[in-house]
């Protein structure tokens, strides 16, 4: 009977530890799973532009194509190849910033005046969708890595821009809070369902796959916003309604 106490002893010692393995275990294997699920999801992804690639310029090889439909089949190519290109500059992105690769060199970088940068070089897409975009708030600073704080703060503005409706606005505001040093952008775009809105920070997912193409979209913004936030303690949050809009908030 003596033994009793000493098991029962053990065993409140051990459980804890083997319940710590089996999470452990439980992560490493749900890591592996996301691996394996980024690599297959690359390759799809990979494909399809290249397919259509060599099928355009088989066409144009064999001498099916009309001259007058020429032009056409060279943009489509071209299309796809720059597609291609934004597509593995983003997956670089995404593995450095997932092996802390990056110059991780922080400085001290005013938020107000990088939105407004950011802001300007997206005018020519602004422009072509008729979509007006105001910054107001303030000077704030930020010591981050400047190269990722503007990866972060671009991807959001773009998306802002390119899930907007014709027309529409987006107003993004900077400043200090009670709760932080904030970036708010607010589009009056096509918003995104509910049950999508924790999702969308996944790699590769979007709401809509069919406007893939129009956008130009790889599915990798977010998460490489996701993974910068990560890096600076900073928090990404979304409110959305489908048909009315969406507010990205970044707090520091
Ligand atoms: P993408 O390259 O497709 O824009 P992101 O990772 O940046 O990839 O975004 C993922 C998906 O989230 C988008 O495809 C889009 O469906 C949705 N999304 C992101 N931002 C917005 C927004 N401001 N309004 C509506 N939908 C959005």
Known sequence: DLNIPLENEM??????????????NKQKDAIADMRKEFSANVSHELKTPLTSI???????????????????FAERIYNEAS?????????IKLSKLDEGEIEMEKEDVDLYDLTRRIV????????????????????????????????????????????NRRGGSVSVWVGATL???????????????????ERIFERFYRVDKSHSKETGGTGLGLSIVKHGAMLHNAQIHVESKVGKGTKMELTF
């Open 11 to 24: 065993y409140e010692e051990l459980t804890p530890l083997l319940k710590r393995i089996d999470e452990q």
């Open 54 to 72: 060599s099928g355009y310029a088989e066409i144009m090889k064999n001498g099916l194509v009309r001259p007058e439909d020429m032009k056409g």
């Open 83 to 91: 597609r291609l290109i934004t597509l593995v500059e983003d997956i």
């Open 120 to 163: 300007s070089r997206l005018a020519p897409q602004a422009e072509k969708r008729a979509v007006h975009v105001e910054v107001t708030g303030e000077n704030v600073i930020c010591h981050g890595v400047r190269q990722i704080l503007d990866e972060m703060i671009y991807n959001i503005c773009e998306n802002a821009i390119k899930y």
């Open 179 to 197: 709760k932080g040093k904030k970036i708010i952008v607010t589009d009056t775009g096509i918003g995104i369902p509910e049950d999508q809105q």
